[in-house]
């Protein structure tokens, strides 16, 4: 039950940054998408520490499980 859940909320995720991307591509860009947000997010040395960190703490909380 909790496993079917977990995945659920992680299609939910998807689909969000699927939407951020349509949207992105049909505001002819005037909205970032989902990579540029990550980039500017990564912009500065410990930003891209956070990304990473929460990289790996997804990684072993959803594939290593």
Do not use: D, K
Not at 14 to 43: D, H, K, N, Q
Request: charged letters at 15%.
């Amino acid at each position: 039950m909790i496993r079917t859940i977990c995945y659920g909320i992680w299609a939910v995720i998807a689909l969000m940054v699927v939407w951020c991307e349509v949207i992105s591509i049909y505001s002819s860009r005037r909205i970032p998408g989902f990579v540029r947000m990550l980039e500017t997010l990564a912009a500065r040395p410990y930003r891209t520490a956070v990304l990473f960190v929460g990289w790996m703490w997804i990684g072993w909380h959803f594939f290593a499980r």
